[in-house]
């Protein structure tokens, strides 16, 4: 420390990727706006994670009219070795379980089914 002022680090217990990945699950519908406003990012650094997730099979759209309609692939598994074994359905799952008023979120409307 120096003259008093201590170097703070500052860190999240989620990364930005799946902050807009629990946001298009609660709402599969949202513009990328909305996502960049719920998340204190930009909406370009939105568009690139969105493409990170689409590119790494995680998540798909498809255009309707003007609109992007989100679809998460529920069955993918986490990327990282150290979380290897649950799924992006089992994550979302605990994120949206509950508000911190206790009430239940609604279930996530944008994932995809397991296919077998």
């Known amino acids: 420390m120096e003259n008093g ?3 703070e680090r500052h860190w999240t217990f989620l990364t930005n990727h799946a902050r807009v990945l629990v946001q298009i699950a609660r709402d599969p519908g949202i513009r990328v706006r909305d996502i960049a406003s719920c998340c204190l990012l930009t909406e370009r650094a939105v568009q690139r994670i969105i493409t990170d997730l689409e590119q ?4 798909s759209h498809e255009r309707q009219g ?8 529920a069955s993918k598994q986490l990327r990282h070795p150290a ?6 359905s089992e994550l979302l799952a605990t994120l949206l379980r509950s508000t911190a008023d206790g009430h239940r979120d609604p279930a996530p409307t944008a994932l995809e089914s397991p296919r077998t």
Do not use: F
């Open 66 to 73: 003007r609109a992007n309609h989100y679809s998460v692939t």
């Open 83 to 88: 979380d290897a074994g649950p799924t992006v």
């Open 56 to 59: 790494a099979g995680y998540l």
């Open 5 to 7: 002022t201590a170097t």
